[in-house]
């Protein structure tokens, strides 16, 4: 049983992202209850496992402009809305707190039973439209291993969307020192923005250079486009945008979208099986 079988029981799997609504605190927050703000994740996450999903991300996606550490106030929300979350669906659960902060992601994992995090800005140093974001790799291992939560696995992004890395180097080398040096557990490959499609020879690259390692392609899959990339050069998906209504990132959950994309998937595992 390889990695991801082991965590979310399917080959392939498939992994939603919850975009949550502003967050209290953030600039785009008008003032919408943090029970609300709970409802329609819930409600999202619902939608998402009823028609097939194997797992889910939860995410504060509409807090920008981000912070690269966030604040109690969005730690403590976001521990209450993954709860939830946790408690309404039978899938893991990971979490990603944005701009890149790993140790409030692991703190809030830890504290709701959450089986991953995603870390936007790992390895390497990035320039980005906050500034400069620097490796968080070390730091968050011995975080990990301080509050005792060796069983959140750490999936690391590499050359991430809207962050341009000063190595200056081919990603299939910036993927290898995610990996084998900052000791993450599986390496994502996305495209250049949120929904941007992620080019197949950036993953081929490092699927070659990683063989063992686990890897998801992260942004812009479609069910037009998922025979790219999968069975051949990754082994799960991150999916949020490609599963809205219309394929707007800011609209909502769309249950006809994530069936017919879950079958298309269905129909890929049943091939690769045969």
């Given at each position: 049983?390889?990695?991801?079988?082991?965590?979310?029981?399917?080959?392939?799997?498939?992994?939603?992202?919850?975009?949550?609504q502003p967050l209290p605190g953030a600039p785009r927050y008008r003032g919408m209850s943090v029970k609300e703000i709970t409802r329609i994740a819930v409600?999202?996450?619902?939608?998402?496992?009823?028609?097939?999903?194997?797992?889910?991300?939860?995410?504060?996606?509409?807090?920008m402009m981000f912070k690269k550490r966030v604040g109690p106030e969005t730690v403590a929300?976001?521990?209450?809305?993954?709860s939830k979350v946790v408690e309404a669906v039978n899938v893991p659960i990971?979490?990603?707190?944005?701009?890149?902060?790993?140790?409030?992601?692991?703190?809030?994992?830890?504290?709701?039973?959450?089986?991953?995090?995603?870390?936007?800005?790992?390895t390497e140093t990035y320039i980005v439209d906050t500034g400069i974001m620097d490796s968080v790799?070390?730091?968050?291992?011995?975080?990990r291993k301080f509050i005792d939560a060796?069983?959140?696995k750490i999936f690391a992004d590499v050359h991430i969307k809207h962050g341009y890395s000063l190595s200056r180097r081919p990603i299939q080398e910036s993927a290898e020192d995610a990996y084998k040096r900052g000791l993450a557990d599986a390496i994502i490959v996305t495209g250049k923005k949120?929904?941007?499609?992620?080019?197949?020879?950036?993953?081929?690259a490092v699927k070659k250079a990683?063989?063992?390692?686990?890897?998801?392609?992260?942004?812009?899959?479609?069910?037009?486009n998922l025979a790219d990339y999968i069975p051949s050069f990754a082994d799960a998906v991150i999916i949020g945008t490609g599963l809205k209504k219309n394929g707007k990132t800011e609209e909502t959950v769309d249950p006809i979208r994530v069936r017919e994309f879950m079958k298309k998937i269905e129909k890929l595992r049943e091939k690769v099986a045969r």
């Amino acid at each position: 049983m390889n990695f991801f079988e082991e965590l979310f029981g399917k080959s392939y799997p498939v992994i939603g992202v919850i975009h949550l609504q502003p967050l209290p605190g953030a600039p785009r927050y008008r003032g919408m209850s943090v029970k609300e703000i709970t409802r329609i994740a819930v409600e999202e996450a619902r939608i998402m496992v009823d028609n097939g999903i194997d797992g889910l991300i939860v995410e504060n996606f509409r807090d920008m402009m981000f912070k690269k550490r966030v604040g109690p106030e969005t730690v403590a929300i976001m521990t209450y809305v993954a709860s939830k979350v946790v408690e309404a669906v039978n899938v893991p659960i990971g979490i990603c707190v944005l701009q890149s902060d790993p140790f409030a992601g692991l703190s809030i994992a830890k504290a709701v039973g959450g089986r991953f995090i995603r870390v936007p800005y790992y390895t390497e140093t990035y320039i980005v439209d906050t500034g400069i974001m620097d490796s968080v790799a070390a730091d968050a291992l011995r975080f990990r291993k301080f509050i005792d939560a060796a069983d959140v696995k750490i999936f690391a992004d590499v050359h991430i969307k809207h962050g341009y890395s000063l190595s200056r180097r081919p990603i299939q080398e910036s993927a290898e020192d995610a990996y084998k040096r900052g000791l993450a557990d599986a390496i994502i490959v996305t495209g250049k923005k949120t929904g941007g499609v992620t080019d197949p020879n950036d993953l081929k690259a490092v699927k070659k250079a990683l063989p063992e390692a686990p890897v998801i392609v992260g942004s812009g899959v479609t069910p037009e486009n998922l025979a790219d990339y999968i069975p051949s050069f990754a082994d799960a998906v991150i999916i949020g945008t490609g599963l809205k209504k219309n394929g707007k990132t800011e609209e909502t959950v769309d249950p006809i979208r994530v069936r017919e994309f879950m079958k298309k998937i269905e129909k890929l595992r049943e091939k690769v099986a045969r």
